[in-house]
Nanobody, 121 residues
Framework: QVQLVESGGGSVQTGGSLKLSCAVS??????MGWFRQAPGKEREGVAA???????AYADSVKGRFTISQDNGKNTAFLQMNSLKPEDTAMYYC?????????????????WGQGTQVTVSS
């Protein structure tokens, strides 16, 4: 059974920073992504990364968020800077296929349980 475990969520004020982590129980994937879902809204892609280091970002987070990975530890990270209230959501990490690099959640084979990010004004 593959498990993805997120950590690092929390509450910050506008302009603050948070770093999310996603640890995968074993090496089975080539792509990882971060998605988020705000109350009453559909889940949307935030960022994704391939094993080779290619990255993709949603327009709404470009220049503020950075996705990275530690291949030796099967862990992906999402550094979030200059946070805005509209970034408030449950953040999920996903592992799967190439579609993740298009921020398409249909490419996910595995999901984490989610970590809450709340940004207050």
């Amino acid at each position: 059974q593959v498990q993805l475990v997120e950590s690092g969520g929390g509450s910050v004020q506008t302009g603050g920073s948070l770093k999310l982590s996603c640890a995968v129980s074993r090496y089975i994937y080539w792509y990882m992504g971060w998605f988020r879902q705000a109350p009453g809204k559909e889940r949307e892609g935030v960022a994704a990364i391939s094993r080779g280091g290619s990255t993709a970002y949603a327009d709404s987070v470009k220049g503020r968020f950075t996705i990275s990975q530690d291949n030796g530890k099967n862990t992906a990270f999402l550094q979030m800077n200059s946070l805005k209230p509209e970034d408030t959501a449950m953040y999920y990490c996903a592992a799967g296929g190439a579609s993740l690099l298009r921020l398409d959640q249909r490419g996910a084979d595995y999901w984490g349980q989610g970590t809450q990010v709340t940004v207050s004004s």
